[in-house]
């Protein structure tokens, strides 16, 4: 697509229900980010996935939290169990390559709030 | 443990007059600097890449500078419009590719251009 795609834009859910959150990448892109932005907060880094390799999961806050990237592309991130603490938006980005200086381009979110 | 600091209060210039937003880090050797614009209930939008052996570069209104002994990078528009007014997120990255080693956000600086 002609940019990076998230859905939904603006989830409500309960305390301890589990959401999915999906991101489409700008097509061609290897390289998939996911970044955590709480109200005055800086971007928080989750998850990133790089073509075949093992994803690195190492921003993940908890083990409620997971992603996956399906043939390259699509991917999803899953919360189980929402907490008060996880609404945030949820940005997504993608990069046609990884390395230095590479620049990466965002979707809009998906705003979470939890209830 | 590496800290990046941006102006955490609002920063409001007149228009027509250069805006100058700082980006200090600590504990942290990036091989380049980014400088994202973030709009409200936006994702943030790549605006300007500077290597560390760059000491300035420019895209038309926009100036970035890059020093490595200060640790330091100043972001200058010039020429302000109300239109400049968003969040603009400082980014280092250490060159060593993507995922938590790669691109590390700052807090962002809210920036209001007064007509």
């Known amino acids: 697509g002609a940019g990076v795609s998230q859905s939904p834009s603006n989830k409500v859910t309960e305390k301890g229900k589990d959401v999915e959150l999906r991101c489409d990448p700008i097509?061609?892109?290897?390289?998939l980010y996911w970044y955590r932005q709480s109200l005055g907060q800086g971007l928080e880094f989750l998850i990133y996935f790089q073509g075949n390799s093992a994803p690195d999961k190492s921003g993940l806050p908890s083990d409620r939290f997971s992603a996956e990237r399906t043939g390259g592309s699509v991917s999803t991130l899953t919360i189980q169990r929402t907490q008060q603490e996880d609404s945030a938006v949820y940005l997504c980005?993608?990069?046609?390559?990884?390395?230095?200086?590479?620049?990466?381009?965002f979707g809009e979110g998906s705003w979470l709030t939890v209830v | 443990s590496q800290k990046i600091e941006q102006n955490s209060e609002a920063l409001n210039i007149q228009e027509g007059k250069t805006a100058t937003l700082t980006c200090n880090y600590t504990?942290?050797?990036?091989?380049?600097l980014q400088w994202y614009r973030q709009d409200p209930g936006r994702g943030p939008v790549f605006l300007l890449l500077?290597?560390?052996?760059?000491k300035e570069k420019r895209k038309e209104r926009l100036k970035v500078t890059f020093d490595t002994t200060l640790k330091q990078s100043l972001f200058h528009i010039t020429a302000s419009q109300p239109a400049d007014s968003a969040t603009y997120l400082c980014a280092l990255d250490a060159g060593s590719g993507g995922g938590a080693d790669g691109l590390t956000f700052g807090k962002g600086t809210h920036l209001i251009i007064q007509p």
């Open positions: 504990n942290y050797s990036p091989a380049y």
């Open positions: 980005a993608s990069s046609l390559r990884t390395g230095a200086g590479n620049t990466i381009y």
């Open positions: 500077i290597r560390e052996n760059e």
């Open positions: 097509s061609g892109h290897t390289a």
